[in-house]
């Protein structure tokens, strides 16, 4: 992966939305995140599929929706103030 995208999977663990990269990956493959990227809309099913700075996902943890927008990639999963650098929150236009 380039350093321009990073794959689903990694991201949504390095933004501490899942403890390990394996539970990241089995929720990503069961088709539960949407990304939009460029204006289109998609489902997700495959765990590798980059993301890059700019993408929107929504997806559901816990009993609660998330809509967030990818703001940095991260080059580890850090501290959880680092993590929270990795996202905002989407706002509803």
Do not use: C
Request: hydrophobic letters at 45%; a positive charge; zero cysteines.
């Amino acid at each position: 992966m380039t350093g321009a995208a990073a794959r689903l999977d990694v991201w949504l663990w390095r933004a501490r939305f899942f403890k390990t990269r394996s539970m990241a990956a089995r929720f990503v493959e069961e088709g539960r995140v949407r990304l939009t990227h460029a204006g289109q809309e998609s489902r997700v099913e495959k765990s590798s599929r980059p993301v890059k700075v700019g993408d929107h996902l929504v997806f559901a943890v816990g009993g609660r929706l998330i809509a967030v927008t990818v703001e940095a990639l991260g080059e580890r999963r850090g501290p959880p103030v680092e993590a929270r650098g990795l996202y905002s929150a989407l706002q509803k236009s």
